[in-house]
């Protein structure tokens, strides 16, 4: 992979802070993450991850500060702004329609690149069929990439844990974003199911040549794929730099495990 110096920065936030009432849940955060890193946003609970990531999609607006997409000012803008701009999330909790199968859940991923008008796809005419059917091969292509296309016709409730946590990146993914963020991808998930989700990952990002940004608490996960990372406590950026470096450093371990 090219040197930082000659990738563009994907993600940028210049002192990002969101205060709820009396509260600053996040206080200054800098973060700045060039094309193709596999970056991890890291704390203790509490410390102001998720806000970081609903501040990034468009949930939540900041106090003060700004957020930067490939150089694009998108503070501010709508989760649907945002994502069309090109970033796309996974929950802690899967968020999969559950009465919709596997090849429909990623379907929905694609909605917003079917270039049809309501009229056409209320009476069914001929380019609406045409991008249903492209939009279908689309969806049973990233299937086949994550391993799901035999279980294209099952229920998404249906699947096994594991499973419906790679539907849910693959429904991303089907958004086409330059910004994959992923919450706690590993949660719920035993030691194998964690080491194939590393895997899948990686290989993401190789494939596509996208950038990720990942909240996790399962270390091993951390620093088996992250290259860097910024760790939060109270809010407030405790350290950032590369993987190994940061997991080292003695203030780090303490907000962990205490003194």
Do not use: W
């Amino acid at each position: 992979m090219a040197d930082n110096v000659t990738r563009e920065t994907v993600l940028k936030t210049d002192h990002l802070c969101i205060q709820f009432g009396g509260l600053k849940a996040v206080n200054d955060v800098n973060l700045e993450i060039k094309q193709g890193e596999l970056y991890g946003l890291i704390g203790p609970n509490g410390a102001g991850k998720t806000t970081v990531f609903n501040i990034l999609t468009g949930v939540y607006k900041p106090t003060s500060g700004r957020v930067y997409l490939c150089g694009e000012d998108i503070t501010g803008k709508t989760p649907i702004e945002v994502n069309k701009k090109g970033i796309a999330r996974t929950f802690q909790n899967i968020r999969l329609f559950g009465n919709l199968t596997v090849l429909e859940n990623v379907m929905v991923g694609l909605a917003n690149q079917i270039p049809c008008s309501v009229f056409e796809s209320v009476f069914r005419l001929p380019r609406h069929k045409k991008s249903e059917r492209e939009a279908k091969e689309r969806a049973m292509e990233l299937l086949r990439v994550f391993g799901l296309a035999e279980f294209a016709d099952y229920l998404a409730s249906n699947l096994p844990y594991g499973k419906q946590r790679k539907l849910e990146i693959a429904r991303a993914m089907a958004t086409a974003p330059k910004l994959l963020l992923l919450d706690e991808p590993a949660a719920g998930m035993n030691p194998n199911e964690t080491q194939e989700l590393m895997d899948d990952i990686t290989f993401i990002r190789e494939r596509f040549g996208i950038t990720i940004l990942l909240i996790e608490h399962d270390m091993r996960l951390v620093s088996g794929i992250c290259e860097k990372l910024t760790v939060l406590n109270f809010g407030t950026e405790l350290a950032v730099g590369d993987t190994a470096e940061v997991l080292n450093d003695a203030e780090v371990i303490k907000a962990y495990i205490g003194e």
